[in-house]
């Protein structure tokens, strides 16, 4: 056979071209040899191609719920030519000392298994708690041995700041063997003075802190006792030495707050909520602290200026380089770029500018959205790095979000992610939303378009200060001084009434939950939104996207409760997303067929409760929605099951 050919002993006489990604250099071969970076093992056929190891799995992410830890990935963007792709999880973990990392040992469990894993996902158990693990995930195939790497990422979980930043502490106290009647405090500081106690009396102090991911365990018990007497003098020292005492606590608390999540109650009743339900006043005769950070609205300010100050860093725009524009916001261009401020490291940040040629009240406007983000310190609300507004152009400087807006990351990748991801997803908007609503924000404009996603895909919520007033016209949107908000996501008593509050920011999630697991769809299509408040006000809902699961539907209509005190609180909601998390079986029931007919509404009573067991005919779904008399078109059209009718295209 001549260069480039090669005549197997095992096959035939013949002579066969090269396989590829190899060659034969010399006449006569009777094998070819594996280009550079291209293998082959020994029961490989000659005429089977040169493979190589897998590329790095792609989008690595984990939850974490106190001992365990869920890790899921996607497949590698290049299995290397081969269909044997597996998965192995190295586990280690931190030397007490912070020193180093040493294999986690036989105690640890992994479900399915570490090593050889054929599908995309393992749960990692029996971690121990205030450790700091690293997971190295490593994709092999059958020549991976034959290379002299592996494509590999890593996943790091319990980061500097244990499951995120410390949110708040909560402090509980009781006199010593009347633990029964108790009362909790909450706070954004490290230290507290607890007033108001009974002289000679013993003291219980427990503290516990709240992050993104919930609650952690309550500290050891602290017991102090009061004075016998207490004058004005007395009190204050009594109070003093409690302060400390308090104090020692929350920083030991924030030093080992790791993995910890206490269990808590994740339903919710459709009956009226009373609003007083939440507070946390156990006992009469305690004193409630008013320890809990509140949204303060930059327009109670006389001056403009003072608010940006009060609540945004000035930043030098010597410190700033703009490299290159990435979009246009509704006041100018909104740039990239590194960050370089003294004593800290580079930080590529986004930078929005104030167009040229402003007018006073622009400038206002444009700086009102730094005034309320900087009082939000989140890690699913996006950061604000500070503002420029001693030199031109003014500038908003907020952290950079690689992947953009969630809507268009979505639809470029369509179907590339796996339910948990996406659950994942929701779950971080859900517990930024959750972080709005205890501060007393209400968001008004929640959609993916105003959520950016990062590198790691963890999603934050953006898009604050928009000044927004109704049009009469039924046609209009919201209608803010630079452009108009689509009115589908909006509560109806939001647009009949203007009411909103954070039962309407519910809503608007519910259909955030819609475009996310529709891959970026427009909600409601094309419909007029004339026709979609009409639709939303007899009852009609979207239909589940496909491929939903069940129980992600089901949260989505109950989002969409016309009575907006039977909606689920965002506390609820990221406690079942996190119940969903922990147990993917639950995602495996997909909506019913009935619920999700491509581009038309359903009835919301349709899918209250638990789905039916029986099928739901044709002619019953076209009565459901007032179109039963085309059921005879249907079946002449060869329409006779609602699977034929989702398979319709225009």
């Known amino acids: 056979c001549r260069v480039g050919f090669y005549r197997s002993l095992l096959e035939s006489s013949a002579c066969s071209k090269c396989p590829p990604h190899s060659v034969a250099k010399q006449t006569g071969a009777i094998s070819c040899s594996c280009e550079d970076g291209y293998y082959k093992i020994d029961s490989d056929p000659p005429n089977m191609a040169c493979t190589r190891p897998p590329s790095a799995p792609r989008n690595a992410i984990s939850n974490v719920n106190e001992t365990s830890v869920f ?14 792709v597996r998965y192995n999880i190295l586990c280690r973990r931190a030397l007490p000392d912070g020193r180093g990392l040493e294999e986690c040992g036989p105690n640890v469990r992994f479900l399915p298994r570490r090593v050889g894993l054929s599908n995309t996902s393992v749960m990692v158990a029996d971690l121990q708690s205030h450790t700091n693990y690293s ?19 890593y ?21 010593k063997e009347q633990d029964s009647s108790y009362t909790i405090i909450k706070s954004k500081d490290t230290e507290m003075v607890v007033e108001s106690l009974k002289p000679s009396s013993v003291y219980i102090f427990q503290v516990r802190a709240r992050t993104s991911a919930g609650y952690g365990a309550f500290s050891r018990r602290f017991e102090f006792q009061t004075s016998p007497y207490l004058t004005a003098t007395s009190e204050r020292a009594q109070a003093s030495i409690i302060a400390v005492a308090i104090t020692l606590a929350l920083v030991l608390l924030a030093v080992v707050a790791g993995f910890l999540l206490s269990g808590r109650r994740c ?3 459709k009956a009226k909520q009373d609003p007083e339900e939440e507070k946390m006043h156990f006992h009469n005769g305690h004193l409630k602290f008013p320890g809990v950070r509140t949204y303060i609205d930059p327009l109670t300010y006389e001056d403009p200026n003072q608010a940006v100050h009060e609540f945004a860093q000035e930043i030098d ?5 703009i490299e290159r524009i990435i979009g246009a916001g509704e006041f100018g261009e909104v740039c990239s770029g590194p ?59 907020t952290e950079y979000m690689e992947n953009g807006s969630l809507d268009t990351f979505l639809k470029k990748n369509d179907g590339q992610f796996t339910v948990i991801q996406l659950v994942g997803m929701l779950r971080g908007i859900a517990s930024g939303m959750r972080y709005l609503s205890d501060m007393g924000y209400v968001h008004r404009d929640l959609a993916a378009r105003n959520i950016l996603v990062n590198g790691n895909l963890v999603c934050k919520v ?29 509560a109806p008593e939001a647009i009949a009434y203007r009411k909103f509050t954070s039962a309407s920011d519910v809503w608007s999630y519910g259909i955030v939950m819609w475009e996310v697991m529709s891959y970026g769809e427009r909600p409601y299509w094309e419909m007029s939104n004339q026709d979609v408040i009409k639709a939303v006000e007899e009852s009609y809902r979207l239909p589940g996207p496909m491929d939903c699961p069940e129980a992600l539907y089901h949260l989505m209509m109950d989002c969409w409760q016309r009575e907006r ?3 689920p609180k965002f506390d609820e909601i990221v406690c079942l997303l996190d119940k969903l998390i922990r147990n993917p079986s639950s995602l495996k029931k997909l909506v019913n067929s009935s619920h999700r007919v491509s581009n038309l509404l359903v009835e919301h009573a349709s899918v209250e409760g638990d789905c039916s067991s029986r099928s739901q005919t044709v002619g019953e779904w076209l009565d459901s929605i007032k179109m039963g008399r085309y059921t005879e078109l249907f079946m002449e059209g060869g329409y006779a099951s609602l699977e034929t009718v989702a398979q319709m295209t225009s």
Not at 71 to 84: A, F, M, Q, Y
């Open 267 to 269: 339903g919710y009743s």
């Open 155 to 175: 996943v790091t979980l319990n980061p500097d700041r244990p499951n995120g930043i410390i949110l708040e502490y909560e402090i509980k106290y009781f006199e």
């Open 565 to 567: 005190s039977s909606r």
């Open 71 to 84: 890790l899921e990935w996607s497949i590698p963007v290049e299995t290397g030519g081969r269909k044997d």
């Open 339 to 397: 960050l370089r401020l003294p004593g800290k490291r580079e930080i590529q940040v986004a930078i929005k500018t104030l167009k040229v040629g402003y007018t006073e009240q622009q400038r206002r406007d444009f700086l009102w959205e730094a005034s309320i983000m900087g009082q939000f310190n989140h890690p699913n609300i996006i950061r604000l790095e500070g503002v420029v507004t001693k030199s031109k152009p003014v500038m908003i400087i």
């Open 135 to 153: 997971f190295l995930l490593e994709a092999v195939n059958g020549v991976s041995e034959l290379a002299r790497g592996h494509a590999k990422q």
């Open 462 to 490: 953006s898009d604050f200060g928009l000044s927004r007033v109704l049009e009469d016209d039924p046609e209009a949107a919201y209608t803010t001084r630079g452009g108009k908000i689509p009115i589908r996501w909006t």
């Open 317 to 321: 725009v010597s410190f700033i380089s």
